[in-house]
């Protein structure tokens, strides 16, 4: 069983916490940077980037996130967790860290899209979208594990993996157990 850290400042992590936990892992809610010591992995939920942001700072996080990530522990961000990781972000530009060498456009799947579900274009995983950024560019060290309509939704870079949907709020459970493993088993999802 690992241990594994959501950070809960805003938006939607408690889904996140109920996978995890589903999944047979201890979980932690993160808001201080003594939370993330003697973690096995972190989650960067959705919600909104730029709140995301300025709650980092007022609670003095950022350092302890960026060393986090460079520990080379497994990282999982989705949506607006992405968009504070990408590389480079747009429409609206804002800063961001850089963990994943991606630039990401914001809500770009316009109004009537604004959230929307679908399935991945490799079959199978179900997708939910809710104000998605869409990945714009992939740096070479990026690998593409799943797209829709050949955008990029699914990435990884070393330890890092980010997903511009939220299959947190999906049943299938892939993305967390790929990224995180099995925990001590309980209440495993049966066998279709
Ligand atoms: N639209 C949000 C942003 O730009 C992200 C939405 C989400 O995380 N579901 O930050």
Redesign the pocket.
């Known amino acids: 069983m690992a241990c594994i850290g959501v950070m809960s400042l805003q938006?939607?992590f408690a889904a996140h916490i109920a996978r995890l936990q589903e999944l047979g892992h201890r979980t932690v809610q993160v808001r201080t940077a003594e939370a993330l010591n003697g973690l096995d992995g972190l989650i960067l939920p959705?919600?909104?980037?730029?709140t995301h942001l300025k709650l980092i700072d007022r609670y003095h996080l950022r350092s302890s996130l960026e060393s986090f990530v460079a520990s080379g522990r497994p990282v999982l961000a989705?949506?607006?967790g992405l968009?504070l990781a990408a590389r480079q972000v747009t429409a609206p530009s804002q800063p961001s860290f850089g963990w994943i060498d991606i630039a990401v456009a914001?809500?770009a799947y316009g109004r009537q899209l604004d959230s929307f579900e679908s399935v991945a274009d490799e079959g199978e995983l179900p997708l939910v979208f809710?104000?998605?950024?869409r990945i714009v560019e992939v740096g070479k060290q990026v690998e593409v594990l799943a797209t829709l309509n050949g955008d990029p939704i699914l990435v990884r870079q070393d330890n890092f993996t980010g997903a511009t949907f939220?299959p947190e709020l999906t049943d299938d459970w892939r993305v967390h157990r790929q990224v995180f493993g099995e925990g001590c088993g309980v209440e495993l999802k049966p066998a279709a």
């Not at 959705?46 to 730029?50: K, P, V």
């Not at 809710?130 to 950024?133: K, L, V, Y």
């Open positions: 938006g939607g959705g919600g909104e980037s730029t989705t949506c607006a968009i914001r809500n809710i104000r998605a950024p939220h």
